[in-house]
């Protein structure tokens, strides 16, 4: 078993007395899609905040390919190679769909501290945009300003944008929300295609998808992980059907 | 963003005109046109590099007249100590050659801007714009109290700074200089709005949190641009020192930063030539009004409130519409 590429450890927050994550140990191995599932409230949009760095956790330690990241800033940490998707989409609204792409290649290649050239003419900067937008589907759109796309488009740039800062790890915080069924099928070939580049944290509501696409499955509830195995593992767990999957909403 | 500088008729057009103000300005009988333009050119760059941190970069920075004050003291200061043939704190001797207090005042209003906005930009906001504004206020009770360097009144200085083999107490021969140095400056300007830089600034007014996801430390950025734009303000504070002969607290009072922030509104936020248009419009309308009324200010508000709810983006983009292009 090679080095997981994210390890969490004895991750806890408080929010006053509300225990939100509640000593949290989990992995993500090379070229693995860890699916984290959960009811509403179970605090996965607060673990993905405290893995990107903008909520520090209160213990417990979060390690990047072996490295401590805990204590970095979130710039710091994308750096090293961690990038998320936002559950409510989180782009650039004024720029093109091709803008909101070369700036991620732009900010990854290094500083921005350069003030002479005009970056709209920089033509390896457009031309490496355009083929993030390919593998996404987005190319013939590269011109149209992000206000003017749907919310689907909105949430593929989303992850065209993740893909442009080059990551190691890919934290996914409901990709498929929002999507209607034909997207959704899109969405978990998309993802599909890109495992064999990219880890990824699945964090998603949509049981379909989430079964289509983990190789393991971690449920959270009240902010402590009560199941960590496979998606048969998972489907047989008592505790997890008594706690998530028996209360007949699976699909919230 | 600039779709201005794209249509280079139009503006070495504007440049012409320009070029050919003052003696257009004499044939009409109206000489005074030519110190109506120095103004406008004066406030244009002032109001620009106010619009680099408040139109592309979305921090409302109310504290701008501090450096355009800080530029004006610079020029004053320093030709009272080469009147005085003195030093200044014992070190710096005075002098009036522009050639030095330029840089002196870009200096000056640079580092200015770095401390100011190093402790400013922690925060965002209306608690950023109130912290600004302190430190303008800070600054003018500063001058205001300091009466070495005239107090309440200002400081007088009997003779612009001299430039080498230029008679700088020619009108025609300011007017001139400034508009060279005004060209340079939209020049570097329109340089930075279109570089990596101004991307990263423009991306961060969008949605700062998405540019923090893409690993961009924006801390950095904001605080050159506010740096940056300091330096703009510092400038245009020196060249209207220069042109007044005469440098007070005014030029640091909190109404300074108001009136640049309503030139930037009035021309168009976030566009490279919009806050010069509007300086034109801001200089020309008080010029024009105050002749009238000496309630000018009313007519001003009424007239800023037209083009705030009706233009969608100040003249430039009335001026957009005329022409049948869409802003």
């Known amino acids: ?252 | 963003m600039d779709k201005s500088i794209n249509k280079p008729f139009l503006l070495a057009g504007v440049l012409i005109v320009l070029v050919a103000l003052p003696f257009l300005a004499n044939a009409a009988g109206y000489p005074a046109l030519t110190s109506l333009a120095t103004r406008a050119l004066i406030y244009g760059i002032a109001a620009a590099s106010l619009n680099l941190v408040l139109g592309y970069g979305g921090m409302v920075s109310f504290g701008h007249a501090a450096f355009f004050g800080l530029g004006g003291y610079v020029v004053g200061i320093l030709y009272q100590h080469y009147t005085q043939d003195d030093m200044l704190l014992g070190l710096i001797p005075g002098t009036n050659q522009l050639l030095v207090t330029l840089p002196a005042t870009l200096l000056v209003s640079g580092l200015a801007a770095a401390l100011i906005g190093a402790l400013s930009l922690r925060t965002g906001g209306v608690q950023f714009i109130m912290i600004t504004l302190a430190f303008a206020q800070m600054l003018f009770f500063l001058f205001v109290s300091l009466k070495t360097y005239g107090g309440d009144d200002g400081l007088i200085i009997r003779r612009a700074n001299e430039l080498p083999g230029l008679n700088m107490r020619d009108k025609q021969t300011i007017y001139y200089v400034y508009l060279a140095i005004a060209a340079i400056f939209f020049f570097l300007l329109w340089r930075i709005v279109n570089s990596r830089f101004g991307n990263v600034l423009v991306g961060l007014r969008q949605n700062e949190r998405r540019m923090a996801a893409l690993g961009l430390p924006a801390y950095r950025y904001k605080l050159a641009a506010f740096v940056i734009s300091g330096m703009g303000a510092g400038l245009a504070g020196c060249l209207m020192a220069n042109f007044l002969r005469f440098a007070s607290p005014d030029m640091v009072h909190w109404t300074k930063s108001g009136e640049l922030m309503v030139m930037v509104v009035l021309g168009g936020v976030g566009t490279l030539f919009g806050p010069l248009i509007g300086a034109a419009a801001y200089t020309i309308l008080e010029a024009v009004l105050a002749s009238w009324t000496e309630y000018w200010q009313l007519g001003l508000g009424f007239i800023l409130l037209f083009v705030v709810l009706y233009t969608h983006g100040g003249i430039q983009a009335l001026f957009a519409r005329i022409g049948g292009r869409r802003p």
């Open chain 1, 1 to 252: 078993m090679s080095r997981p590429i994210l390890s969490v450890k004895g991750l806890v927050k408080r929010f006053g007395g509300l225990v939100a994550t509640d000593n949290v140990t989990l992995d993500v191995r090379p070229g693995e899609i860890h699916a984290l599932i959960g009811p509403n409230g179970a605090g996965k949009t607060t673990l993905i905040s405290q893995l990107v760095g903008e909520l520090r956790p209160d213990a417990g330690t979060i390690e990047l390919e072996g490295r401590g990241i805990g204590g970095l800033s979130t710039a710091r940490r994308i750096r090293l190679g961690l990038a998320r998707t936002f559950q409510i989409t989180c782009l650039l609204p004024e720029y093109s769909v091709l803008d909101n792409v070369a700036i991620a290649i732009q900010i990854r290649q290094g500083h921005s501290f350069r003030f002479w050239g005009n970056v709209r003419h920089d033509k390896a900067l457009r031309e490496a945009a355009i083929g993030f937008l390919d593998t996404i589907g987005l190319a013939p759109r590269a011109d149209e300003q992000v206000a003017n796309l749907s919310h689907g488009e909105q949430k593929q740039l989303e992850l065209a944008v993740a893909l442009a800062t080059e990551p190691r790890l890919l934290l996914l915080d409901e990709p498929m929300a929002g999507l209607g069924h034909t997207e959704s099928r899109q969405m978990v070939e998309l993802l599909k295609g890109l495992k064999s580049q990219v880890s990824m944290l699945l964090v998603e509501h949509d049981m379909d998808a989430v079964f289509a696409l983990a190789d393991r499955i971690s449920v959270l509830v009240y902010g402590r992980v009560i199941a960590t195995g496979t998606a048969g593992e998972i489907r047989d767990n008592p505790e997890v059907r008594a706690a998530y999957l028996g209360e007949g909403d699976e699909a919230c």
